[in-house]
């Protein structure tokens, strides 16, 4: 009924209404990362209302420890009046006119993060209209299913840690997963403390590592901790420095033998062409909630492409970041390609988060190792508006 509804009015909707929902749970036990304790869990959900009644969603990855207000605030005031009454299938029209009109003020941050939660529901809603998947208007689909990568290693009290570490590694195996990824940082030895005995409750199992460092060191300190972990076959070394140390991150590919990879903290086409032309990353990482969304995803992906880079995006946030993170993951292309080449992976993170498993009526959960894409339309999820309600602010 609605392809004839949609085919009749030649393809042309409208955006009637923008609502944001600010959502925010406090952690029973708080647990740091390297740049400092999390004691709540956030997210910034923004709903693209039409006249066809179609609806999108869309998130602002609330990064780090940044408030989700901030990202509220510029839908609210800076992106909604662009909006209202567009044809929402405008989909790169409308990316270049918000970007455009936010650019003097803008162009990274929470400003791009607003553009991409609306960016995320606008693909959404496209996907809806024509009823395939958004991977599918992205020109298809090179997998189905994606093996996932436990995020966790937090720290509850801070270093001294190991022990606790090396169970929290089996515990993760035990549960299907076979990629992990350490989050580091605390203190280059107390890293290594950490990473040794990881190694030692690991030994003899099936298990690649990764680690993140959230940018915690300088150069000097980066390589010492790169250096000391060459042994344990890492898949990765993430944010190894700031994001600004484009030099940096250059001298640790040229140093250390894992590849290093980063990008969750760069922005559009335009920060990830000054990455890709510093050579600073062997694995980009865009986060969709944060790069400008699917539109400037795909204009990072082309590039990544290019430069011979293998993009694995980001995700740190709610349920709805995660489908979007799918629907990316299944349309990349491999830029190495070979009978036996290394497929992207899907970040699961392990830390507590109510609007991760809640927030949609059929969480997104691992079996058998593996994460199945949803073939949905869209986004592929339904939102609980039950859970909405009990966590907005």
């Known amino acids: 009924m609605f392809l004839a509804k949609i085919d009749k009015r030649r393809y042309k909707l409208k955006i009637t209404d923008i609502r944001i929902h600010v959502l925010k749970s406090a952690l029973a036990e ?12 956030s997210a910034t959900l923004v709903e693209v209302l039409t006249d066809a009644g179609l609806i999108g969603w869309g998130e602002a990855f609330a990064q780090g420890l940044e408030p989700p207000e901030i990202a509220a605030a510029a839908i609210e005031h800076a992106l909604k009046p662009l909006l ?14 918000m970007y455009h009109a936010t650019r003097d003020y803008g162009r990274k941050g929470s400003v791009v993060a607003a553009i991409s939660a ?6 959404d809603i496209a996907g809806k209209a024509y009823a395939v998947p958004i991977y599918q208007l992205l020109g298809g689909a090179f997998r189905s299913r994606v093996e996932p990568y436990a995020t966790g290693f937090y720290r509850i009290h801070g270093q001294g840690e190991a022990a606790r570490l090396a169970e929290e590694a089996i515990r ?26 990881i190694g030692r409750a690991i030994e003899g199992r099936d298990i690649t590592l990764m680690i993140d460092t959230n940018h915690a ?34 001298e640790m590919r040229d140093k250390l033998s ?37 539109s400037a995803a795909r204009h990072i992906v082309a590039l990544a492409q290019a430069h011979g880079v293998a993009v694995n995006p980001h995700v740190w946030g709610s349920a709805v970041a995660q489908a979007a993170s799918l629907q990316l993951i299944a349309a990349l ?21 109510p609007f991760r498993q809640q927030l949609i009526t059929r969480p997104i959960e691992q079996h058998g190792g593996w994460v199945t894409i949803p073939s949905g339309h869209g986004l592929g999820i339904e939102v609980d508006r039950a859970v909405l309600e009990r966590y907005r602010v």
């Open 258 to 294: 894992m590849p290093i990879a980063g990008g969750e903290n760069e922005h559009t086409l335009y920060g990830f062409r000054e990455l890709f032309a510093a050579g600073a990353v062997d694995v980009a990482q865009p986060d969709l909630g944060s790069c400008g969304g699917i």
């Open 217 to 250: 060191y300088g150069r000097a300190a980066a390589l010492h901790l790169g250096r000391a972990l060459a042994d344990y076959k890492l898949r990765w070394y993430e944010e190894p420095v700031v994001p600004e140390d484009l030099r940096g991150y250059g």
């Open 172 to 197: 993760h195996h035990e549960s299907g997963f076979r990629l992990m990824k350490v989050k580091l940082g605390y203190g280059v030895d107390d890293d290594i403390a950490c990473m040794r005995a």
């Open 84 to 97: 209202l009454g567009a044809d929402p299938l405008d989909t790169e029209v409308l990316w270049h006119r």
């Open 30 to 41: 708080p647990f740091a990362f390297s740049q400092g304790w999390v004691r709540s869990r």
């Open 333 to 353: 292309p491999l830029p190495h390609h070979s009978l036996f080449a290394q497929e992207p992976v899907f970040e699961y993170d392990r830390s507590s988060h």
């Open 118 to 123: 609306v960016d995320v529901a606008l693909w």
